[in-house]
């Protein structure tokens, strides 16, 4: 039965402050986080960021110019390996959301999923001899083998900012070192991930999040119109979109911890591993969208 009370309704900015007995102790703690915990966990998105980010920005040319895949045949494998990748997100969560063991119900799967998923890299980037045939058959196993223990190890490890702290600000934080670490992974540098967290105080998550997504489309859509011969234009609006894109990961990673406690404070369930998984569902789908059309594109001008 719904309550009547309209304070129901009301989401409070700590949830566990308002309603601690639905937060078991176990799973969180609100006290201050050690800088070493927070390096500590940042350092697993590096590692985790360094293999997303060779699939993503090397997997396709590997495909082609190494591997001997038509364009067109290489982004079909990707789009479809990586749906299926992201069709495993929600039941990896499921199987986290159900876990116990002695070492908890996330912790397990980054101990022992971190061999399975070097493997598979290996065999990712690995050049057999094989028929034509049997080349496209084999990018697509270990592509969705590779998808898999990916999935096994980034789930729970995403699902742990709401296990490690259940004060909000303590999440943005412990994101801005994850998300921070992930750049650099990502080959980058992470000057602007330490303005998150101004941001979200000043504006919340949720706008600061709409405003830097603004600022990242306005500087875009300026790069499009700059002569590819205005160098120095083309870095200030590169620059400008980093100033507003670095912080939208740290926000879109602080804000998903409060929707576990939101949904645990509202139906008495707590489920994270779901949550991140939906998240990275959508995440993995729009991804293959943007590699397969690659491929396609490369294929419909006459790519070889």
């Known amino acids: 039965m719904e309550s009547n009370d309209p304070a129901h309704d009301v989401v409070p900015d700590v949830v566990p402050d308002v309603a601690p007995d639905v937060v078991p102790d176990h799973a969180s703690r609100a006290e201050p986080l050690p800088l070493l915990e927070k390096i500590g966990y940042g350092l697993g998105d590096y590692g985790i960021n360094f293999h997303f980010s060779m699939t993503t920005n090397f997997l396709l040319f590997f495909y082609t110019e190494v591997f001997g895949l038509l364009p067109a045949v290489a982004g079909t494998v990707l789009l479809v390996a990586r749906i299926s990748d992201a069709l495993t997100d929600p039941l990896m969560g499921l199987i986290a959301d159900r876990t116990h063991s002695r070492w908890g119900k996330l912790r397990p799967y980054l101990l022992f999923g971190a061999v399975p998923l070097g493997v598979a890299s290996v065999l990712l980037f690995s050049v057999p001899t094989l028929s034509p045939g049997a080349k496209v058959a084999y990018a697509y196993a270990t592509y969705i083998l590779y ?9 729970p490890y995403s699902a742990l900012t709401a296990s490690i702290t259940s004060d909000a600000q303590q ?27 101004k941001i979200g105080e000043r504006l919340g998550k949720a706008w600061g999040m709409v405003a830097c997504s603004g600022l990242g489309f306005v500087s875009g859509l300026a790069i499009y119109f700059t002569p590819y011969d205005q160098i120095g234009m083309i870095f200030f609006w590169s620059i400008l979109g980093s100033f507003g894109g670095s912080p939208i990961g740290v926000l879109t990673w602080a804000i998903i911890p409060d929707t576990v406690e939101y949904a645990e404070w509202k139906t008495g369930i707590r489920t994270e591993g779901v949550i991140y998984a939906v998240t990275g569902f959508f995440m993995k789908f729009a991804g293959a969208l943007g590699g397969a059309l ?5 294929g419909a001008t006459g790519y070889v």
Do not use: M
């Not at 690659?294 to 490369?298: A, E, M, N, R, T």
């Open 171 to 197: 999440r943005t934080e412990l994101s801005t070192f994850r998300i921070g670490f992930a750049t650099l992974g990502g080959g980058s540098v992470a000057v602007f991930t330490p303005a998150a967290p």
């Open 294 to 298: 690659s491929g396609f594109i490369l």
């Open 147 to 155: 998808g898999v223990a990916f999935t096994i190890v980034t789930i």
